[in-house]
């Protein structure tokens, strides 16, 4: 991942001194605003505290600049900031899928960021449309096989999310709820890609391959698909890192189109809040975010794509990036979420 990565990795788990400080419930909404505050930085974020822990930890170290964390449930962050109204002491918010960043734009929970610097690192589609949030690490929404009982040819023939309603995948179909995000955006992306009335169709012929009941999550896919229960299933890229990474002698692999058709991205982003009362260090945070090598050790630790694309990407899931990214705005699927969430209930796609 190279020297100044690997330098960082080492530094952050060797300096227990800069851990970021992690605010309780009542600790984080009784934070006043006072001159010391202006040194710091007060992160809400839904990821998980082990992803984002150890990047701020490094940038305390790099900067010197204390940061406070509030890790917890993307819900609970935002009944938190709204609670709090304009005394919210939140500076940076990040939240994890496309879904939940478009609902904390409709809440005005950000405010714009005018910052050459992070817009020169992170591609226009890869950001909101008025600079409200920018992707950090990006995540893709493929279609996983179990290697002992998939077809190799017909595996090759996939070309798009619609093939897998193809008749031949007939009682091999795996599937997570409509509820998991990653679906609803996926539903969100077909509406925006062929239309309400196509990208139905897709999803009922999906159904209609079922090889079992579908699942709560896409763990439980994954464990269905590596059991042998069906060949062939959708999960976010990331997910099955994680599950290959406890399993390594699972037999599954990540699959990509035919013809190199596009895939659905899902993006990890990150904005300013409206009421942030140190902004400027927010901002500065952002910037170091999503620059080189800071944004591959936040993707390596979730085992995502960085956002920048001149970020390193790690070894483990290097070979899964032949993937071909669909150019479109991620933020543009927000307004297609209300949408993927009607076509799913009348689909009675829970």
């Known amino acids: 991942m190279g020297v100044i990565f690997l330098a960082i990795l080492l530094v952050a788990g060797c ?14 909404e009784a934070v006043e605003p006072t001159a010391a505050r202006t040194r710091s930085v007060v992160v809400y974020a839904a ?17 010197g600049t204390k940061v406070n964390l509030v890790v917890d449930d993307y819900a609970k962050l935002v009944a938190k900031i709204e ?23 409709e809440n005005d929970i950000y405010r714009p960021v005018y910052s050459t610097l992070v817009a020169d690192q992170i591609s226009e589609n890869l950001r909101d449309a008025e600079k409200l949030w920018h992707a950090l690490s990006i995540r893709a ?3 996983v096989v179990n290697t002992n009982l998939a077809d190799a040819a017909q595996v090759a023939t996939i070309s798009d999310y619609g093939s897998l309603g193809d008749e031949r995948w007939r009682g091999k ?23 309400v009335r196509n990208a139905e169709l897709i999803v009922r012929r999906w159904q209609a391959n079922l090889a079992t009941t ?19 299933g959708i999960v976010d890229s990331n997910d099955l890192a994680m599950f290959t990474r406890d399993r390594p002698d699972a037999p599954l692999a990540a699959q990509w189109f035919a013809a190199g058709s596009p895939v659905y991205l899902d993006v990890t982003g990150a904005g300013v809040t409206r009421h942030a009362e140190n902004p400027d260090g927010a901002t500065a945070l952002l910037e170091w975010l999503t620059s080189g090598q800071p944004n591959a050790l936040f993707a390596v630790l979730g085992l995502e794509f960085p956002a920048n694309p001149d970020a390193p990407v790690d070894v483990s899931i290097e070979r899964w990036r032949r993937y071909v990214a669909d150019p479109m705005s991620v933020s543009e699927l927000g307004y297609f979420q209300e949408d993927a969430a009607k076509l799913a209930e009348r689909a009675h796609y829970p």
Do not use: M
């Not at 304009?86 to 994890?96: E, K, N, R, Y």
């Not at 599937?175 to 992306?189: C, F, K, M």
């Open 173 to 195: 179909l795996c599937l997570s709820s409509s509820s998991v995000q990653g679906n609803r955006s996926l539903i969100a992306y077909l509406i925006k890609s062929h239309g």
């Open 15 to 28: 300096s227990e001194d800069n851990t970021p400080t992690q605010l309780t419930d009542e600790e984080s």
């Open 141 to 143: 929404r493929i279609f």
């Open 214 to 232: 579908i699942f709560d999550d896409d763990s439980e896919l994954l464990q269905a698909v590596a059991d042998g229960r069906c060949p062939i």
């Open 83 to 105: 609670r709090s109204g304009g005394g919210s002491v939140a500076d940076l918010f990040i939240a994890t899928n496309v879904g939940d960043l478009w609902h904390a734009v």
């Open 47 to 63: 990821s998980s505290n082990s992803q984002i822990g150890p990047v701020l930890e490094a940038y305390t170290t790099e900067t």
